[in-house]
């Protein structure tokens, strides 16, 4: 009996001690300034060094545009993977390139970074050291408008190591695994070998349905665009800097801030061993 409360106690302590931290708004990229009132939602969790991850993006961005933004919004979120050695550094190198561009080059230096994957893939990196592979990343950068020298600066810069880690943390809590992993409208569906039809035979159902949604038309008749994001892979200018930005070396990354945990649950953490010991007391009177 002693023993099973133990047990039942450990597995809460996790939840009640770790939290992940809350960022100021939804994380991922949204493709083409898709509408955040669209009826479908298509999340793709992707990592930068993954074959399937290339063939993923490809598919669902054709199926992005063949829906339109009004009827799809693709949000990307990314995943790096422990067993690819560089991932991480490359889900760095994406941030460091979507906050210096303001959004208008993330799509395309994805597309970059998945098209060369091998030249980080852990068996050509086995003798290259950390910061030639991240050297290399630099160097992709450049293509896209980021300096080298900016670029490795931004690699040690601890708000893009944060968004990051969270973006991850995010990804474990919607039980990520593996790349890809496809979303609809917050529903597991899909793979990297779908084709555009297999896609339109999930989607079109959706889209026409006429007996849950017999109220409301399915197709917005305004599309609200993404809050406090800039709408990336669209021909949208970017907002100019604000005066007092315009002379800082590392830029604020205010549009992935996150609010780390409070103190509840420290408090959480003591009831349940309270809750835990007013049994045991009980057994051993």
């Given amino acids: 009996m002693l023993i099973l409360l133990l047990v039942s106690f450990l ?41 399937y991850s290339e ?61 060369h994957r091998d030249q980080l893939s852990t068996g050509n990196t086995m003798n290259v050291t950390t910061d030639t592979a991240i050297r290399r990343m630099a160097t992709s950068a450049e293509r896209y408008g980021v300096t080298a020298s900016r670029f490795m600066s931004m690699m040690s810069n601890s708000d893009v190591e944060h968004i990051t880690r969270v973006g991850w943390k995010y990804a474990c809590t919607r039980r990520v695994t593996g790349t890809p992993i496809h979303f609809i409208n917050d529903i597991r569906r899909g793979d990297s070998s779908w ?36 709408c990336r892979h ?13 002379s800082t070396n590392e830029p604020s990354v205010n549009r992935q801030t996150t609010t780390k945990p409070t103190g509840g649950s420290e408090r959480n953490y003591l009831n349940y061993i309270l809750l835990i010991m007013i049994p045991i007391v009980t057994l051993f009177k």
């Fill in 11 to 51: 597995s809460l302590v996790p939840d009640a001690v770790s939290a992940v931290p809350l960022p100021n708004r939804p994380l991922g990229f949204v493709y083409n300034c898709s509408c955040d009132n669209a009826p479908i939602k298509l999340s793709l969790f992707l990592e930068m060094l993954c074959p």
């Fill in 195 to 230: 084709t555009l039809q297999q896609w339109k035979d999930v989607i079109d159902p959706l889209l026409n349905d006429s007996t849950v949604f017999s109220n409301r038309t399915m197709i917005p008749s305004k599309c609200v665009r993404p809050a406090n994001r800039m």
């Fill in 55 to 115: 063939r993923s993006d490809q598919m669902l961005r054709q199926v992005a545009d063949y829906y339109g933004p009004e009827r799809v919004q693709l949000t990307y979120h990314l995943f790096p993977l422990p067993y690819h050695i560089h991932s991480f550094s490359a889900s760095k190198a994406v941030h460091i390139v979507d906050l210096e561009t303001s959004g208008l080059k993330t799509f395309a230096f994805m597309t970059h970074m998945l098209t």
């Fill in 234 to 246: 669209s021909n949208t200018p970017p907002e100019p800097p604000r005066p007092d930005q315009t």
